[in-house]
């Protein structure tokens, strides 16, 4: 289950670059047919604080819709297992944070019987944490029978257990706009690679200062039905700088669609779907790198020897290395799948950033690297049992 997805140019905020978006057909120009739909967003910032009266109860996520599909480029081609795209609707008037350690994902035959659990399904929501009220998101789990050495069984419905709590310290915006254009064949307009991106813009309309611009995109065929998530990232201005985005700056790059489980010939044929936050800007403090003496493995995960310095923080392991992003990405390719791991891996070699996730059963985690300047990667290993 090895893919690898190379990201081309993200994002010009301005004049400085960035990450994930991309122009529009010029002003007046028609769309064209079913190729996408946009999105404007416009309210004052929101800081959700606690109310002096009673929480109310609050109501379950709901499931919306699935589809299951088959996974593609398989590597063992007995692999029968498959992944559900799921959308789900927080039916609450309020913002809630869900506790992604006691997340359940059941698979229900016809008799009632859970037949299948995933207590580790990737949540498209805000910051990875949290939903607005009465908001529609998404989430993706695979349906491991194969890979968890179980007898296939049929399903009919899901059951999703996720605890919710109201989100009382976050803040966000929704004044901004997020257009999305025509669809680029990336092969044809030689942009290096392949598949298809969307073009994309977005606008900083509030009156303050951002530090990003969260925005997903979901994908619908003719029909109707929801295929999955085309896109899910973050805008910000630079990834080595905290800089923000300023009121009025524009951000506009290309998407590249994610979705490889359908004919690619289909992918200019979907509807697509954003939305998107604003996050305001804050000042940070200075990082301060890891100084101990890295381990030799977290977990049994190998850490990449020549490790500068390194530390355990919750649920994971970080550490520093003169490695360039090329050779951090092929150790942990490398090391992983020979560890027995089904490994998805993501990069932008523009900004120097990487995501690579592995499973095994229900073991999951993610390795995420990044650049923090003067020569030097940042690598950060996480573990969900």
Same mark, same amino acid.
């Given at each position: 289950?090895?893919?690898?997805?190379?990201?081309?140019?993200?994002?010009?905020?301005?004049?400085?670059?960035?990450?994930?978006?991309?122009?529009?057909?010029?002003?007046?120009?028609?769309?064209?047919?079913?190729?996408?739909?946009?999105?404007?967003?416009?309210?004052?910032?929101?800081?959700?604080?606690?109310?002096?009266?009673?929480?109310?109860?609050?109501?379950?996520?709901?499931?919306?819709?699935?589809?299951?599909?088959?996974?593609? *480029?398989?590597? !063992?081609?007995?692999?029968?297992?498959?992944?559900? %795209? &799921?959308?789900?609707? @927080? +039916? =609450?008037? $309020?913002?809630?944070?869900?506790?992604? *350690?006691?997340? !359940?994902?059941?698979?229900?035959?016809?008799?009632? %019987? &859970?037949?299948?659990? @995933? +207590? =580790?399904? $990737?949540?498209?929501?805000?910051?990875?944490?949290?939903?607005?009220?009465?908001?529609?998101?998404?989430?993706?789990?695979?349906?491991?029978?194969?890979?968890?050495?179980?007898?296939?069984?049929?399903?009919?419905?899901?059951?999703?257990?996720?605890?919710?709590?109201?989100?009382?310290?976050?803040?966000?915006?929704?004044?901004?706009?997020?257009?999305?254009?025509?669809?680029?064949?990336?092969?044809?307009?030689?942009?290096?690679?392949?598949?298809?991106?969307?073009?994309?813009?977005?606008?900083?309309?509030?009156?303050?200062?951002?530090?990003?611009?969260?925005?997903?995109?979901?994908?619908?065929?003719?029909?109707?039905?929801?295929?999955?998530?085309?896109?899910?990232?973050?805008?910000?201005?630079?990834?080595?700088?905290?800089?923000?985005?300023?009121?009025?700056?524009?951000?506009?790059?290309?998407?590249?669609?994610?979705?490889?489980?359908?004919?690619?010939?289909?992918?200019?044929?979907?509807?697509?779907?954003?939305?998107?936050?604003?996050?305001?800007?804050?000042?940070?403090?200075?990082?301060?790198?890891?100084?101990?003496?890295?381990?030799?493995?977290?977990?049994?995960?190998?850490?990449?020897?020549?490790?500068?310095?390194?530390?355990?923080?919750?649920?994971?392991?970080?550490?520093?290395?003169?490695?360039?992003?090329?050779?951090?990405?092929?150790?942990?390719?490398?090391?992983?799948?020979?560890?027995?791991?089904?490994?998805?891996?993501?990069?932008?070699?523009?900004?120097?950033?990487?995501?690579?996730?592995?499973?095994?059963?229900?073991?999951?985690?993610?390795?995420?690297?990044?650049?923090?300047?003067?020569?030097?990667?940042?690598?950060?290993?996480?573990?969900?049992?």
């Amino acid at each position: 289950m090895k893919q690898t997805n190379k990201f081309i140019a993200f994002l010009l905020m301005m004049i400085l670059p960035a990450l994930a978006c991309g122009s529009l057909a010029p002003e007046g120009a028609a769309t064209p047919s079913g190729l996408a739909t946009e999105t404007t967003i416009s309210a004052e910032t929101l800081s959700a604080e606690p109310s002096p009266a009673p929480a109310p109860a609050l109501l379950n996520l709901e499931i919306v819709e699935w589809s299951e599909f088959p996974y593609a *480029n398989l590597a !063992d081609p007995s692999n029968t297992d498959t992944h559900v %795209e &799921v959308l789900i609707r @927080n +039916p =609450n008037d $309020v913002p809630v944070r869900i506790d992604q *350690n006691a997340v !359940d994902l059941r698979f229900i035959n016809a008799s009632g %019987e &859970v037949v299948y659990s @995933n +207590p =580790n399904p $990737v949540l498209y929501i805000w910051q990875g944490e949290w939903m607005l009220p009465n908001e529609t998101a998404a989430l993706s789990a695979c349906v491991c029978f194969w890979s968890s050495g179980m007898e296939k069984q049929n399903w009919e419905s899901l059951e999703l257990i996720a605890p919710l709590e109201i989100a009382t310290d976050i803040a966000y915006t929704l004044d901004v706009e997020v257009k999305l254009g025509e669809i680029v064949d990336i092969a044809a307009a030689h942009l290096g690679g392949s598949g298809f991106a969307i073009e994309t813009i977005l606008v900083n309309t509030s009156d303050q200062a951002l530090e990003s611009v969260p925005h997903r995109v979901l994908a619908r065929d003719a029909s109707g039905r929801y295929i999955g998530v085309a896109f899910a990232g973050n805008a910000v201005a630079s990834f080595t700088e905290n800089i923000a985005i300023q009121p009025g700056d524009t951000a506009t790059g290309l998407n590249v669609i994610e979705i490889d489980y359908i004919p690619e010939r289909d992918l200019p044929t979907l509807t697509y779907e954003v939305a998107a936050i604003g996050i305001p800007f804050e000042e940070t403090p200075e990082v301060v790198l890891p100084s101990g003496t890295p381990l030799a493995d977290f977990n049994g995960i190998p850490i990449m020897p020549g490790a500068i310095g390194g530390e355990a923080v919750d649920g994971g392991y970080q550490f520093t290395t003169a490695a360039d992003l090329d050779a951090i990405t092929s150790f942990y390719e490398t090391e992983l799948s020979n560890l027995g791991f089904a490994v998805e891996l993501n990069v932008d070699e523009s900004a120097g950033y990487a995501l690579l996730n592995f499973q095994k059963g229900d073991l999951t985690g993610m390795v995420v690297m990044a650049p923090l300047g003067n020569g030097l990667n940042g690598v950060a290993i996480t573990l969900n049992t």
